[in-house]
Nanobody, 115 residues
């Protein structure tokens, strides 16, 4: 079983940057496509970025393309999300997980962008 711990969230002004980290333990995740998801109050959880096991292929939702960058360090069992030019609509709880099928969800990390 894999345990996922997200960190790096916080309160930032619009236009600012944050770097999220996701540490996985319990089992190596190097062979999985990993993603960052987010869920705002009253909305469904959505996939915003993903990265294949070797890092050679990435996906970004249109809403974050050009602003967010996903990366991974398999030696550290860690996935990152660099978020630049943040907007108030990026305010959400951010989670990382295997894209499909998912592991049990971690607690997420809150990102709040003020206007």
């Amino acid at each position: 079983q894999v345990q996922l711990v997200e960190s790096g969230g916080g309160l930032v002004q619009a236009g600012g940057s944050l770097r999220l980290s996701c540490a996985a333990s319990g089992r190596t995740f190097s062979s999985y496509t990993m993603g960052w998801f987010r869920q705002a109050p009253g909305k469904e959880r959505e996939l915003v970025a993903s990265i294949t096991w070797g890092g050679g292929r990435t996906y970004y939702a249109d809403s974050v393309k050009g602003r967010f960058t996903i990366s991974r360090d398999n030696a550290k069992n860690t996935v990152y999300l660099q978020m630049n030019s943040l907007k108030p609509e990026d305010t959400s709880v951010y989670y990382c997980n295997r894209v499909q099928p998912t592991f049990p969800w971690g607690q997420g990390t809150q990102v709040t962008v003020s206007s």
